[in-house]
């Protein structure tokens, strides 16, 4: 038994999603978000489950942030909702929407917990989907304008920012599969999107630096880990298309100002259309990556499997099952991630933006979860990223997902990720085993073997 040492500094945080966890979806001026369209559909979400209440955060903000320091995290990321504080997307802002997230930022500093702030986590105005949505250009400009309402009024105080939650997640889920908000499956709109939601990056980037910013902005993206399930070539080049549509069409305009080619070639008329000029707006030097990481995928090719396709199945390493989400296990795959972006797009700083797991959480009579599996997910992903540390990986700190249990999207309040077990009746906080080990980690700033 080893005692695995973080270096100084390290931040050690969790993160949540403003849709996720705040509620009162039309209080205090707030506008109406794609998510808020979306789930008050029917048969949108399990079990028919919204983020009208979620976990009320919003009149729970002190409460919570006190938790937060409690547990000893040094870092809190949160998402702030656009249309709470540009009801309709452009135009008017909504002075009370700020006020929340100023009263926040100064509760976090208060504590000592350095506040790291997403601009889109989703739940984009529905105003602006109104108007076309993410596949319309103009929201690229939209967006950096909200970016420097907010920039202009909490910049001093937040000095981590990032532009994106996982765009793949959106331009996808959202706008080609249909499973998320605003639940269009048309896989034009969803490169479209994606190619938008990097402008708008850019432009937000731009934005940031006239405003004299003087903090860190980035983008935080989604990875997976895919092996193509065989040695053939069609396996392979499956695997390698996966590849690119989930990361390198991201990565590939931020830190080289280009899209692959390959996958270009391969969809074909459902390219976007880009202008000139925007690729220079896109690769704007970010201060560091945001990485995202649950799972590690084998791809085999499939002739029935849609665009690109292909058919994944998740993995598992040896002595771990699924995750509630049905997710396999693979700590390494974090480890092979950060070594990727390392080797082939210029060793950019990262944080560890989002890991973590749903688990079948049993609570006993006084409500505690000794939710042990989660001690032993984060334990292995801790060590992996400290693997990546020790092979040169710029990792700078690691946010848990989730602070507490949450709405989960399409999967709606069923799937349980939290540190702190959030109860569904009451709203009653309670920590997990999970949250207590994660202090003890804080505290030493190292893992034991
Ligand atoms: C990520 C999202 C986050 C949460 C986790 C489980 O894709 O960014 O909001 O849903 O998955």
């Known amino acids: 038994m080893s005692l695995r040492k973080f270096p100084e500094n390290f931040l050690w945080g969790a993160a949540t999603a403003a849709y996720q966890i705040e509620g009162a979806w039309d209080e205090d001026g707030k506008g109406e978000s794609i998510w808020d369209r979306f789930t008050h559909r029917q048969h949108t979400i399990l079990n028919g489950d919204t983020g009208d209440v979620a976990c009320d955060h919003y009149h729970r903000m002190p409460e919570d942030v006190a938790l937060i320091k ?47 702030a ?40 937040v000095a981590m920012w990032s532009t994106h939650n996982e765009p793949w997640v959106l331009a996808f889920l959202g706008y080609a599969y249909g499973i998320f908000a605003p639940g269009i499956a048309d896989y034009s709109q969803a490169y479209q999107t994606a190619h938008h939601l990097l402008l ?27 092996l193509p399930a065989s040695d053939s070539s069609a396996d392979r080049a499956a695997a390698q298309r996966v590849y690119e549509n989930n990361s390198a069409l991201f990565l590939q305009p931020l830190f080289k100002g280009s899209y692959p080619e390959m996958l270009f070639d391969w969809i074909g008329s459902h390219a976007p259309k880009i202008q000139e000029g925007d690729m220079e707006i896109i690769r704007q030097p970010v201060n560091f990556l945001g990485v995202n990481y649950y799972t590690t ?49 210029g060793s950019p700083k990262i944080y560890i933006t989002e890991n973590g797991c749903a688990l079948k959480d049993t609570p006993d009579a006084s409500g505690f979860v000794a ?78 073997e």
């Not at 509760?107 to 917990?113: D, F, Q, Y």
């Not at 739940?123 to 319309?136: C, E, R, S, T, V």
């Not at 002739?303 to 509630?324: C, D, I, M, N, Y």
């Not at 990546?388 to 700190?397: E, L, M, P, S």
């Open 200 to 226: 708008a990056h850019g432009k937000a980037v731009q934005a940031f630096r006239a405003e004299g910013g003087s903090g860190e902005i980035g983008i935080v993206l989604s990875f997976g880990h895919y």
């Open 371 to 448: 939710d042990w599996g989660r001690v032993n997910y984060l334990r292995d992903h801790f060590m992996a990223a400290h693997d990546a540390i020790q092979q040169g990986v710029d990792v700078r700190g690691y946010y848990v997902w989730s602070l507490m249990d949450n709405f989960e999207w399409a999967h709606g309040c069923a799937p349980r990720f939290g540190l702190v077990r959030v109860d569904c009746e009451t709203q009653e906080r309670i920590p997990k085993q999970s949250a207590l080990w994660y202090s003890e980690v804080i505290a030493g700033n190292a893992v034991q």
């Open 70 to 116: 409690e547990l000893r995290l040094n870092s809190y990321r949160f998402s702030i909702s656009w249309p709470r504080i540009i009801p309709q997307g452009r135009g008017d802002v909504n002075e009370k929407g700020l006020d929340f997230y100023d009263r926040l930022a100064d509760k976090l500093l208060e504590a000592g917990i350095a506040p790291s």
């Open 297 to 345: 995928e084998t791809i085999s090719f499939a002739q029935w499997g849609g665009l690109l396709k292909h058919v994944s199945q998740p993995v598992s390493a040896p002595g771990w099952g699924r995750t509630e989400m049905g997710w396999g296990v693979n700590p390494a795959g974090l480890l092979a991630v950060l070594l990727d972006i390392k080797e082939n797009f």
């Open 118 to 157: 997403t601009l889109n986590h989703w739940d984009l105005p529905q105003a602006i989907q109104d108007a076309g949505g993410w596949p319309n250009r103009d929201s690229a400009d939209w967006f950096a304008e909200y970016a420097r309402v907010v920039f202009r009024r909490l910049g001093d105080r």
